[in-house]
């Protein structure tokens, strides 16, 4: 298996080839060697996959509970993880990047930090705040032993705020105060990645599915370093199985059933994704 240093120096390194690179997002340790056996190089947790698994809303997550969640899933491939981390639970800079570190010593080496308060009264950090939130996180993460990859999130387009102006400002700060990539999650457009990588030095991070009908090859054109995909795959297996829950309780169908993958090519691919024995 892979040690946190190579798997460190792994994803640093996909961000710094032109090439884009897809990044999609397991909900527990299955789903995870699954994507590794697909062929993926890197896998993020998602926030809403994990806490819709507990029987929770998105945002449901304590911070104990996702350091057991990313240490599973951070052993259950050879592939760099990162963690969708939301606000790392917590206001103050400081106690931002307490729980950052938390959360880094398992076996992750990437994490998100975003500018959403969990309030929506008052959905997004004022700007020094959040600045200040970031700086303090990237300062502690790149004073590890292993390379670690921050990606700061503006969450304006996401939370109601469609204001790109501002999440433009907001990640040219993030990244002077030391974020490694940068993630704008409700761009909508090709146009509006490319304007955002136009206006940035960091790799940008671009969330597929919120960019209707484009293509990785056309997300990679406009720019974009890295591609993920949210909780989109977590709700693609939701959606089948309440799909078929439904029709067998309503209908009385077993139709559903007729397109399984045999059970041996399940289980295959979560033997190929496994680690690999040192």
């Known amino acids: 298996m892979r040690s946190v240093t190579e798997k460190g120096g792994l994803f640093r390194d996909l961000h710094a080839r032109v090439q884009v690179f897809v990044m999609p997002n397991p909900w527990d340790i299955g789903s995870a060697r699954i994507l590794a056996a697909l062929g993926f190089e890197a896998l993020a947790t998602t926030s809403a996959g994990f806490a819709h698994a507990l029987g929770r809303r998105d945002g449901g997550v304590r911070v104990e509970e996702k350091v057991q969640h990313c240490a ?24 931002a990047a307490r729980n950052l570190l938390a959360v880094a010593q398992s076996g992750i080496v990437g994490a998100s ?36 990859t921050l990606t700061a999130r503006a969450e304006n387009l996401l939370r109601g705020r469609l204001d790109f102006d501002d999440t433009v ?28 990588v136009a206006a940035v030095d960091k790799p940008v991070n671009v969330l597929g599915p919120m960019v209707r009908g484009a293509s990785v090859a056309e997300l990679g054109a406009a720019g974009a370093r890295r591609i993920s995909i949210g909780g989109a795959l977590a709700r693609a297996a939701t959606t089948a199985f309440i799909g078929g829950a439904r029709e067998l309780r309503e209908q009385g169908s077993l139709a559903w059933s007729a397109n399984l993958l045999p059970l041996a090519s399940v289980e295959a691919l979560l033997e190929q994704g496994g680690v690999t024995p040192p």
Do not use: K, M
């Open 72 to 95: 599973a899933l951070a052993a259950a491939t050879d592939l760099p993880l990162s963690a969708d981390l939301e606000n790392c639970y917590a206001h103050a800079p400081a106690d």
């Open 169 to 196: 400002r907001r990640l040219q700060a993030y990244a002077a105060a030391g974020a490694d990539v940068l993630f704008a999650p409700g761009l909508s457009s090709l146009d509006q990645v490319r304007a955002l």
């Open 113 to 148: 930090i975003e500018d959403y308060t969990c309030d929506p009264a008052h959905p997004i950090y004022d700007f020094n705040l959040a600045v200040e939130r970031v700086q303090a996180a990237a300062e502690a993460v790149h004073a590890l032993p292993f390379p670690f």
